[in-house]
């Protein structure tokens, strides 16, 4: 799987200079993500080969963001979660057999922080961040099958 910035900001690791204090520089590294989304399958007809889906979640992201600023000397790190709308597409591939294939993307809103507060210098600072991602990703599918209870009739 793979994160893309979409738009506005810099990519992940690149430095950025604060929009409201050029003096502080920046970084953003993703540290995790976690998402929950509810994905439904669309109208396919008849045919099991490959199965278009759709979905919509949230996703929670932890970002580092190392920090300096020039004119004080002041350098540190923070951790920063965000919470953000997802929307997610994806083809279901031999969705009947046990092990199947799945491809999805995923856009994410607001995954990073745009502003961080630097406790040295006792204020915000505002970064040009991405300000939406798009993940690509594959995954297997293996099957659990459960018993299924039967009903006989008391004879």
Request: hydrophobic share 40%.
């Amino acid at each position: 799987s793979g994160i893309l910035p979409v738009v506005g900001g810099a990519k992940a690791g690149d430095s950025v200079a604060a929009s409201n204090d050029p003096g502080i520089q920046a970084s953003l590294a993703l540290e995790h993500q976690a998402s929950l989304s509810l994905v439904g399958e669309l109208p396919h007809g008849q045919q099991r080969l490959w199965i278009p889906e759709v979905g919509a979640g949230f996703v929670r992201t932890s970002s580092r963001i190392q920090y300096t600023a020039g004119t004080s000397s002041v350098s540190g790190e923070t951790i920063e979660t965000t919470w953000s709308p997802c929307f997610r597409v994806g083809v279901h591939l031999f969705p009947d057999r046990l092990m199947s294939l799945v491809l999805q993307s995923r856009y994410v809103a607001n995954p990073s922080p745009q502003s961080v507060f630097i406790p040295e210098l006792g204020r915000r600072a505002a970064f040009d961040f991405p300000s939406s991602l798009w993940t690509v990703g594959a995954h297997v599918q293996i099957k659990v099958k459960w018993p299924k209870m039967v009903m006989r009739p008391k004879t």
